[in-house]
């Protein structure tokens, strides 16, 4: 079983789908890619995101790292209504997200860049769909 699966609980791809729709309504809730990416980057975790947009291999992230992030971001009520849905701890969804996080930004930045200001908010949930089957098929 993958690690992400091991997180869920064996949940697979019905889970995934879950974790990858958090992350895409995490997104949305920062104001973007571009939001979020500056809201990690004073999170300390700059060079991580870059690696995430940029077209090289992802640089892991903590779950500690991306739970403390996302608190001082705002973001603190979206993780625990999340963490409740989905029947785990905040600490055990922090650390499944920060396996998916990387991923999402990665496929939502092809070109190894950030969208502009006009599209911060404008990416649409349905171009995450056939990411889940991808990390959890």
Known sequence: MSLLGSLLGGGGQA?????VSLAGQL????????????????????EAVQSWVGNGANQA??????????QSGGLGMVLQEAAG?????????SGALAQVLPHVVDHLTPDGQVPGQGQAGGFDLGSLAGLAGKLFG
Request: proline share 0%.
């Open 15 to 19: 889970g995934g789908s879950d974790l």
């Open 27 to 46: 997104i949305q809730q920062a104001g973007g890619v571009q939001g979020l990416a500056g809201m990690l980057h004073q999170g300390g975790l700059g």
């Open 61 to 70: 992230v903590s779950g500690d790292q991306l739970n403390q992030a996302l």
């Open 85 to 93: 849905k989905l029947g785990m701890d905040q600490g055990q969804l």
